[in-house]
C-alpha cells in the first residue's frame, strides 16, 4: 500500500515562502498526474497546481507566478514551492498522485499565513 506523506506547511507572514514536500512510501509506476489541492475549513477541495508526466503545467489563476509545482521522481517526491504567500493562501494543503490504476491522497498539512 502507497502512502503519500506531505511536509513544509507551517505559519508563516504575508509575502513570506514556503515549500511544500509530499513523498511516496513506494515506488509508483504509471504516474499520469501528481497535483496539489487545497482546501479551507468548510469549502471544497481546490485543485492548486498540475503536473502531467509529460511536463505540463497547469495552475489557478489565484497562485500563477506565485507557486510552482516540481518532482523528483527518482525520490519519488513532488513540491510546490510557495513564494509570495498571502492570507488567502492559507488552507490546509494535500497532494494527489494519479494514474490508470486510481488515485492516492496525502493526509495534508496546514498552511497559515498571517497579515
Known amino acids: 500500500q502507497v502512502q503519500l506523506m506531505e511536509s513544509g506547511g507551517g505559519l508563516v507572514q504575508t509575502g513570506e515562502s514556503l515549500r511544500l514536500s509530499c513523498t511516496a512510501s513506494?515506488?509508483?509506476?504509471?504516474?499520469?498526474?501528481m497535483a496539489w489541492y487545497r482546501q479551507e475549513p468548510g469549502k471544497q477541495r481546490d485543485l492548486v497546481a498540475r503536473l502531467a508526466m509529460g511536463g505540463q503545467t497547469d495552475y489557478a489563476d489565484s497562485v500563477k507566478g506565485r507557486f510552482t509545482i516540481s518532482r523528483e521522481l527518482r525520490e519519488n517526491t513532488m513540491y510546490l514551492q510557495m513564494n509570495n504567500l498571502k492570507p488567502e493562501d492559507a488552507a490546509v494543503y494535500f497532494c494527489?498522485?494519479?494514474?490508470?490504476?486510481?488515485?492516492?491522497w496525502g493526509q495534508g498539512t496546514q498552511v497559515t499565513v498571517s497579515s
Open positions: 494527489y498522485i494519479g494514474g490508470a490504476w486510481g488515485s492516492y
Open positions: 513506494g515506488r509508483i509506476v504509471g504516474i499520469k498526474i
